[in-house]
């Protein structure tokens, strides 16, 4: 059984019966560790908020990290046309041999608002319907930029709603939808899509939907500084476990 649980850094954690699903038997613990947290967002993110559907052009940043990747692979699955982007050559490269079906001409980078320009091109000026960000300040307002016309934008980031970075509000009049969404809340008050997530994730696991994100860093759990100043340096692909 895998769980997701506001209190992962714990002794004892009390499980939430609609936040755990059974592990299949094909799976290994370590394999099963990847998976929780990083459907959790993208199904909530994707579906949910995003109302992600065939032919919808997407937007998904940091392709190469644990909920890159599944976004990417939920999006294509749906029939989607995927655009991301990556911080290195390495992760270029990954994409693109993990994610043979994505073009090149669709991978930008995540360390400049260059993606905006590869954007505009490659959907002659339309812009794309769903935004899945996690970058920050400048490179926030320019994904802003990259959407069409009624689309939504899902951010999964904290720093510019902790540092309170503003919005121009005439960025709004395409009719674009916003939405900031945090895991932790299911936890807490309105429980209002819990039931719909856990059974979305059951059915994913369930017909073979949800894969395991590739690339899983193990450290053993008495080198928890280790893993924490290995995701501190921003290389790293796919998911870190402590076991």
């Known amino acids: 059984m895998k769980i997701i649980s506001s209190s992962s850094i714990a002794n004892v954690v009390v499980k939430d019966k609609d936040l755990?699903?059974?592990i299949p038997d094909v799976w290994t613990f370590e394999e099963a560790a990847t998976i929780s947290c990083v459907y959790s967002t993208v199904y909530m993110t994707l579906y949910i908020y995003g109302k992600m559907k065939?032919?919808?052009?997407?937007l998904i940043h940091s392709g190469t990290g644990g909920v890159g990747q599944a976004a990417i692979h939920l999006a294509l699955n749906e029939g989607c046309e995927?655009?991301?982007t990556v911080s290195t050559e390495d992760k270029?490269?990954?994409i693109k041999k993990m994610f043979p079906i994505i073009s090149d001409r669709h991978i930008g980078n995540s360390r400049d608002i260059s993606f905006e320009q590869m954007i505009m091109q490659?959907?002659?000026?339309?812009?794309?319907?769903?935004?899945?960000?996690?970058?920050?300040?400048?490179?926030?307002?320019?994904s802003v930029r990259c959407l069409a016309q009624n689309g939504r934008f899902l951010?999964?980031?904290?720093?510019?709603?902790?540092?309170n970075n503003p919005l121009s509000r005439c960025m709004f009049q395409k009719g674009?939808?916003?939405?900031g969404i945090m895991l932790e809340?299911?936890?807490?008050?309105n429980r209002k899509y819990t039931s719909l997530l856990s059974k979305m994730i059951a059915d994913g696991l369930k017909n073979g939907t949800i894969k395991p994100v590739q690339v899983l860093k193990i450290f053993p759990k008495t080198n928890i500084e280790e893993a924490f100043r290995y995701m501190a340096n921003g290389k790293y692909m796919g998911k870190v476990c402590l076991y």
Do not use: H, P
């Open 20 to 22: 755990c699903w059974k």
């Open 54 to 58: 065939k032919g919808d052009k997407i």
């Open 82 to 84: 995927v655009f991301t």
């Open 92 to 94: 270029r490269n990954f």
């Open 122 to 142: 490659q959907t002659k000026d339309r812009g794309v319907d769903i935004v899945l960000n996690s970058l920050v300040e400048e490179k926030l307002i320019a």
């Open 155 to 163: 951010e999964i980031g904290k720093f510019d709603f902790v540092s």
């Open 176 to 179: 674009i939808s916003f939405y």
């Open 185 to 189: 809340n299911i936890f807490t008050g």
